[in-house]
């Protein structure tokens, strides 16, 4: 619990420096069975393509009814837009893919206690713009593929971090203010 | 489980329905998730406890934060141009290892009328159905307000506060004896929970 404070001042942080460089396309909350935290969103140079980060509690026992300590993890993904709706009235809806990186202290699925997981991660979704209401709406799904480290019997144990897989089908949907 | 998913069946059955009427505007679903953190409980207790041979009467109350989240998809009519009456079901935690299954009626009152963007009050109720303690349904009371943003098109983002009391027959853990009490065996098992929680509705 006592890692969540400096982990949303890190976020934030970084969400500053991105504003102040002008880079910053939306700042919003994120939604998942998987957990809840804040996103950003950041424009690069190329239209077509954005920087996500994402930092959340992990909460998915607390969602199923057991009250448990959260952990926390931070997913990076550069998106690619591969298809843009006809936009109207301020309106756009576009189809995305991203690849990047995730790290975090989490729970496994079947196992006990926290470790660490650091992995390369993939992501498919949809994201709607409704400019004239500065909302950005995002919703897909993200994959995980990397290792867990964690302390079992006084040693340390790497293995494969389930719940990068297992969880992959859990959508997410993220709610954004969308600058300008 | 199956209730959850017959209930869920039947809201896309009405709301496909619905969409095929010829008045559509005044027809509205939506889905709706949101988190919140139980308060107040208070819980009052009356079984027989069978190795001991007499009757347990266990009455308290505490304050305790537990946090936990509730989603669901409603379904409604617009009964006038600033009230909206809407059937509410999904899943709802109301404590620590406590699901529920609501079915209830939501009166949303929007200030500046359902279709415009503004100021939102609501009031709803209804039934809340445990699938692992046969038993009859508990209760719950909601009153809460918000904000509704009109995205464009039909969809609308409602941001929801409300604060819930919730009325609760659950299981009674004999500590002694280190398992649950026997429904044959419980007179009383009342438990209310109050929360606060704040939500996200996405309205068609």
């Given at each position: 619990?006592?890692?969540?404070?400096?982990?949303?001042?890190?976020?934030?942080?970084?969400?500053?420096?991105?504003?102040?460089?002008?880079?910053?396309?939306?700042?919003?909350?994120?939604?998942?069975?998987?957990?809840l935290?804040?996103?950003?969103?950041?424009?690069?140079?190329?239209?077509?393509?954005?920087?996500?980060?994402?930092?959340?509690?992990?909460?998915?026992?607390?969602?199923?009814?057991?009250?448990?300590?959260?952990?926390?993890?931070?997913?990076?993904?550069?998106?690619?837009?591969l298809?843009?709706?006809?936009a109207?009235?301020?309106?756009?809806?576009?189809?995305?893919?991203?690849a990047?990186?995730?790290?975090?202290?989490?729970?496994?699925?079947?196992?006990?206690?926290?470790?660490?997981?650091?992995?390369?991660?993939?992501?498919?979704?949809?994201?709607?713009?409704?400019?004239?209401?500065?909302?950005?709406?995002?919703a897909?799904?993200?994959?995980?593929?990397?290792?867990?480290?964690?302390?079992?019997?006084?040693?340390?144990?790497?293995s494969?971090?389930?719940?990068?897989?297992?969880?992959?089908?859990?959508?997410?949907?993220?709610i954004?203010?969308?600058?300008? | 489980?199956?209730?959850?998913?017959?209930?869920?069946?039947?809201?896309m059955?009405?709301?496909?329905?619905?969409?095929?009427?010829?008045?559509?505007?005044?027809?509205?679903?939506?889905?709706?998730?949101?988190?919140?953190?139980?308060?107040?409980?208070?819980?009052?207790?009356?079984?027989?406890?069978?190795?001991?041979?007499?009757?347990i009467?266990?009455?308290?109350?505490?304050f305790?934060?537990?946090?936990?989240?509730?989603?669901?998809?409603?379904?409604?009519?617009?009964?006038?141009?600033?009230?909206?009456?809407?059937?509410?079901?999904?899943?709802?935690?109301?404590?620590?290892?406590?699901?529920?299954?609501?079915?209830?009626?939501?009166?949303?009152?929007?200030?500046?009328?359902?279709?415009?963007?503004?100021?939102?009050?609501?009031?709803?109720?209804?039934?809340?159905f445990?699938?692992?303690?046969?038993?009859?349904?508990?209760?719950?009371?909601?009153?809460?307000?918000?904000?509704?943003i009109?995205?464009?098109?039909?969809?609308?983002?409602?941001?929801?506060?409300?604060?819930?009391?919730?009325?609760?027959h659950?299981?009674?853990?004999?500590?002694e004896?280190?398992?649950?009490?026997?429904?044959?065996?419980?007179?009383?098992?009342?438990a209310v929970?109050?929360?606060?929680?704040?939500?996200?509705?996405?309205r068609?």
């Open positions: 619990m006592k890692a969540i404070i400096p982990a949303i001042s890190l976020f934030l942080a970084l969400a500053a420096c991105h504003t102040a460089g002008g880079q910053v396309r939306s700042v919003g909350t994120w939604h998942s069975f998987k957990g935290g804040l996103t950003m969103q950041s424009a690069t140079r190329n239209p077509k393509e954005t920087n996500t980060f994402t930092l959340y509690a992990e909460l998915w026992d607390t969602y199923a009814g057991h009250l448990t300590a959260p952990g926390g993890k931070f997913v990076f993904s550069h998106n690619i837009t298809h843009d709706f006809d109207a009235d301020g309106e756009a809806f576009s189809l995305f893919a991203g990047g990186a995730s790290a975090g202290w989490v729970k496994d699925h079947g196992r006990d206690g926290f470790g660490m997981m650091a992995a390369l991660n993939g992501s498919f979704g949809a994201c709607a713009a409704f400019a004239r209401k500065h909302v950005l709406i995002c897909g799904i993200t994959l995980e593929a990397g290792p867990w480290l964690h302390m079992t019997e006084n040693r340390y144990v790497v494969l971090y389930r719940n990068g897989i297992y969880q992959a089908y859990y959508p997410y949907i993220s954004s203010y969308l600058f300008k | 489980m199956k209730k959850l998913t017959a209930i869920t069946v039947i809201l059955l009405a709301c496909s329905l619905a969409y095929c009427q010829e008045r559509p505007s005044r027809f509205h679903w939506g889905v709706e998730w949101g988190y919140g953190a139980s308060g107040f409980m208070y819980w009052s207790n009356n079984y027989f406890d069978a190795k001991v041979g007499y009757r009467w266990d009455e308290g109350h505490e305790a934060f537990v946090p936990n989240a509730y989603a669901g998809l409603y379904a409604g009519f617009d009964l006038g141009r600033r009230i909206n009456l809407s059937l509410f079901s999904g899943t709802m935690g109301i404590y620590s290892d406590r699901q529920v299954i609501p079915l209830g009626l939501r009166a949303t009152y929007a200030f500046r009328g359902q279709d415009s963007q503004g100021a939102l009050a609501f009031l709803g109720g209804g039934l809340c445990h699938d692992l303690f046969v038993s009859a349904p508990g209760q719950y009371l909601q009153l809460g307000g918000g904000y509704r009109k995205l464009g098109g039909k969809m609308d983002m409602d941001l929801l506060a409300h604060l819930r009391a919730c009325d609760d659950p299981p009674i853990w004999d500590e004896n280190g398992s649950y009490v026997d429904a044959a065996n419980i007179r009383k098992n009342l929970y109050t929360s606060f929680e704040v939500g996200v509705a996405f068609f």
